[in-house]
């Protein structure tokens, strides 16, 4: 009962956060502040009632558009808040089943909200903002070395020094490794298209990814998010474009599928790569 009731709060609470989160994204590419002005219509300026920013209740209601004007609102805004409500659900859910302690929990969540908001931002600007990627990057490496410490409490292990520094180390490392994979694909990428093919933002990204997850499930977010673009690549290819641009040239925005990626990993890193090292006879 209390696993059922926890996972329908976190989802609810998924839903506040996903709403809150579409200001972001609106506003963020614009320069304008997330906390005033109150919520609004993008095209008349109408202040919303409260019972307009119900998570996807409001957006149902009002049949996807403003109530003063009869702008469309556009399917991101329920499709964002459902996203982060299903996942934050879905984390609760795991987490009690796997007891994880409440801060694990709380910081997958927050790689989760990241991600989903990382991922439009990518999809509609092509733009993986430093004020998401940087702290990203601290807050994911504090987190898991927050989770190594508690372990130690858990079991009453006295601090060994050495092996914590080696950790540490192996850590950063795997950091600096994420990170210089992508500037190798894109060197390489420039290299042979004398044009840019990602952008930095994707390296800082993929140091985020293997902060929160290690390098093992940075490049399995990685590798996950390379079949996605591939697809997406073999789309292009298959259905004509509209307009005078070729599928060669059309651009992808590859951090949207490395966000993908790296939410897959975050739930179902572990299994996939022991199956994978199964499978493989390792």
């Known amino acids: 009962m209390i696993r059922i009731v926890g996972t329908i709060f976190a989802g609810l609470l998924g839903l506040a956060f996903g709403s809150f989160l579409n200001v972001c994204l609106s506003r963020w590419p614009e320069g304008e502040s997330v906390v005033k002005p109150r919520s609004h219509c993008r095209d008349c300026d109408h202040t919303l009632a409260w019972w307009e920013n119900v998570p996807v209740v409001s957006w149902l209601a009002l049949r996807g558009r403003c109530r003063r004007c009869g702008a469309w609102i556009g399917w991101r805004y329920p499709l964002v808040e459902l996203a982060v409500g299903v996942l934050w659900a879905l984390v609760a859910w795991r987490s ?104 930095l933002g994707d390296v800082k990204l993929m140091a985020m990814l293997a902060a929160w997850l290690g390098l093992p499930g940075a490049l399995l977010a990685f590798g996950l998010g ?48 022991a199956a994978y090292l199964h499978w493989a006879g390792l």
């Open 96 to 199: 009690h089943q796997a007891f994880f302690p409440i801060e694990y929990a709380v910081g997958i969540m927050f790689l989760m909200w990241a991600l989903v908001g990382l991922a439009v931002l990518d999809a509609e600007h092509f733009w993986l903002p430093n004020a998401l990627t940087l702290p990203g990057i601290a807050l994911g490496f504090f987190w898991w070395f927050l989770q190594g410490e508690q372990v130690g409490w858990a079991l009453h292990m006295p601090p060994d020094l050495a092996q914590n520094a080696r950790d540490v180390g192996e850590r950063l490392l795997g950091i600096v490794l994420a990170a210089a994979l992508i500037l190798l694909i894109r060197w390489l990428y420039k290299l042979i298209r004398h044009r840019e093919g990602m952008g």
């Open 226 to 273: 390379a079949v996605l673009g591939s697809i997406a690549a073999l789309v292009l290819l298959i259905v004509p474009a509209r307009g005078s641009e070729s599928w060669a040239t059309t651009k992808l925005p590859f951090g949207t599928f490395l966000c993908v990626g790296g939410i897959v990993s975050s739930l179902w890193g572990g299994q996939m790569i």
